[in-house]
């Protein structure tokens, strides 16, 4: 994402937390882009961290992913449409019971996104579910693959923390939340040799292509023109908060490449 900004500054949340924000050029746009780390509790705890400091209007988390589908390839780009906490549920001694939950996506942004992946080339976009859960899976016959082919399987992708950002976008007003995930691997017993050939970052790259894209498309709700294809748009509702000077409306981008 740092490759599409520019004017990029660092600044420091007073607990340790650190951003860079700049301009996406072309665009209305700031963005904020942090670093989260590895798991979802962690990105939910510096996402609404983050979100509390910086009010944006829209929340992406964007790195990689593993394939669960033969269609969807590395270097390919799953666009969230719901994200699955796959370990949610009850162990008994009749074995576990899934209490599945699934988080939706933004409509806007879906169809922010649905709309860029049009006029996108070199890169294939699917739109699916995606897993998240605290496990790197590199085994396509595991009992966790099982569970997932079981209980989700309509998923596209699997990933780590995915589902820790929606949740703190949707308990903090519910801000309009996407989750975009390059396909660095197909989540079997090959995941260290896609990772030893660059596969990571060249499918980071893809993500992050996919989300300049959609915010190309989908416009601050006060803000740039002041319009979109829906007509005016309504005021700000005190949602946005002057940074130095300047309106920010800057989604906050947990960017994770080195692991899911």
Do not use: C
Not at 85 to 110: C, M, N, W, Y
Not at 131 to 160: K, P, Q
Not at 173 to 193: C, E, F, P, T
């Amino acid at each position: 994402m740092r490759a599409y900004i520019e004017d990029r500054e660092e600044r420091v949340h007073p607990k340790g937390t650190r951003v860079e924000i700049g301009r996406l050029p072309d665009s209305p746009w700031q963005v904020a882009v942090s670093e989260l780390g590895v798991g979802a509790e962690r990105a939910a705890a510096l996402a609404t961290q983050l979100i509390e400091w910086l009010h944006p209007q829209a929340v992406f988390f964007v790195g990689v992913a593993g394939s669960l589908k033969d269609d969807i390839n590395i270097g390919d780009v799953v666009v969230g449409t719901q994200v699955y906490e796959i370990h949610s549920g009850k162990q008994t001694d009749e074995g576990f019971k899934v209490r599945p939950k699934a988080l939706p996506s933004s409509h806007a942004l879906e169809q922010a996104a649905r709309s860029a992946a049009r006029d996108l080339e070199g890169v294939e976009v699917h739109f699916a579910p995606i897993a998240t859960g605290d496990v790197v899976l590199a085994d396509s016959e595991s009992d966790i693959a099982r569970h997932i082919e079981s209980h989700y399987n309509d998923a596209g992708a699997i990933e780590m923390e995915g589902s820790g950002a929606a949740n703190a976008a949707h308990f903090n007003g519910q801000l309009d939340a996407l989750v975009i995930r390059g396909i660095s691997d197909r989540a079997d017993a090959n995941k260290r040799k896609a990772d030893a050939g660059g596969s990571q970052k060249r499918a980071a790259a893809q993500a992050a292509s996919v989300t300049v894209a959609v915010l190309r498309k989908h416009l601050p709700r006060d803000g740039g023109s002041g319009d979109s294809e829906e007509g005016p748009q309504a005021g700000s509702g005190g949602d946005h908060i002057d940074f130095r000077g300047g309106t920010f409306y800057g989604p906050v981008i947990g960017k994770q490449v080195g692991g899911r």
